[in-house]
Nanobody, 123 residues
Framework: QVQLVESGGGLVQAGGSLRLSCAAS????????MGWYRQAPGNQRELVAV???????NYADSVKGRFTISRDNAKNTVYLQMNSLKPEDTAVYYC?????????????????WGQGTRVTVSS
């Protein structure tokens, strides 16, 4: 089994910072992209940031210049440093990973989600 375990959410005032972490564990050959998505009440889940195994990064326009995604391949962990937080950043943040692994004898790329961590930014 593969697990993505997130940590680092919480309550912060506007202008503050939080750092999210997501560690992947279990049987896998490699991790391709890792990323963060978020879902606010009443909204669809949206991409926040993604980083490829080679280090290519993409950010949502709404977080550019404020959020930084990074990964530690040795620890199978992805981070999201969130600065200058705004009330509109309030959401449940989900970790996502694209893994190369074997499931029921079939080796291929499988997409996995974490359980989510809540971020609340007060005004």
């Amino acid at each position: 089994q593969v697990q993505l375990v997130e940590s680092g959410g919480g309550l912060v005032q506007a202008g503050g910072s939080l750092r999210l972490s997501c560690a992947a564990s279990g049987r896998m050959f490699s991790i391709n992209s890792m990323g963060w998505y978020r879902q606010a009440p009443g909204n669809q889940r949206e991409l926040v940031a993604v980083i490829s195994s080679g280090g290519t990064i993409n950010y949502a326009d709404s977080v550019k210049g404020r959020f930084t995604i990074s990964r530690d391949n040795a620890k199978n962990t992805v981070y999201l440093q969130m600065n200058s937080l705004k009330p509109e950043d309030t959401a449940v943040y989900y970790c996502n990973a694209d893994l190369l692994r074997t499931v029921s004898g079939v080796t291929g790329r499988y997409n996995h989600w974490g359980q989510g961590t809540r971020v609340t930014v007060s005004s």
